[in-house]
């Protein structure tokens, strides 16, 4: 088996001020690479960082917190202001994503008018589709994510999930 059939697909960022973060654990699939952010760090670096080891990645779901249309990842605030500034980060970011991939907004900072505003405008600077979810109870799975327990990979070893922090 190649090394490329262990490398997850998919990134899933968590801000640990996120209330009840552990849950959103459960939902991450076999083939994600898991960021703890640092929230003493910039945020978006971290995230730029972890990204690019995985690239092409097919997604990256973020759970930030913040309040609508304003994303906080680590120190970095995400607001329809702020994105302007951060535009080679984010440039920087989307070349880390595959054509056809998808970044996720999970939580308060993706909820009402204001969050799919932040939503448009962080499309436009990453060049990729951003959707937004607010979740009320559950975290919602990832597009791998399986709700059994998946099935053991090729040779029986158990499928991976590789958590990354922030503290790197």
């Known amino acids: 088996m190649s090394d490329n059939a262990l490398r997850p697909d998919h990134l899933l960022v968590i801000d640990p001020r996120v209330t009840g973060w552990p849950s959103h654990l459960i939902a991450a699939g076999p083939n994600a690479a898991v960021l703890i952010l640092d929230h003493n760090r910039d945020g978006l670096q971290q995230v730029n960082d972890v990204a690019a080891n995985y690239a092409p990645l097919t997604g990256i779901t973020l759970v930030g917190h913040g309040s609508p249309g304003l994303l906080l990842l680590g120190h970095s605030v995400l607001d329809a202001t702020s994105l ?18 998808r970044i996720h907004i999970l939580g308060l ?12 405008r962080l499309a436009h600077a990453i060049g990729r589709t951003v959707v937004t979810e607010h979740l009320h109870k559950r975290p919602a799975l990832l597009p ?3 709700i059994a327990a998946p099935a053991p990979l090729a040779g029986g070893a158990p499928p991976r999930l590789s958590l990354v922090t922030g503290n790197a």
């Open 84 to 101: 302007s500034p951060a535009g080679n980060a984010l440039h920087r970011l989307g070349a880390s994503l595959a054509d056809a991939a």
């Open 109 to 120: 900072p993706g909820a009402g008018v204001s969050g799919r505003y932040l939503a448009h």
């Open 144 to 146: 791998s994510a399986r």
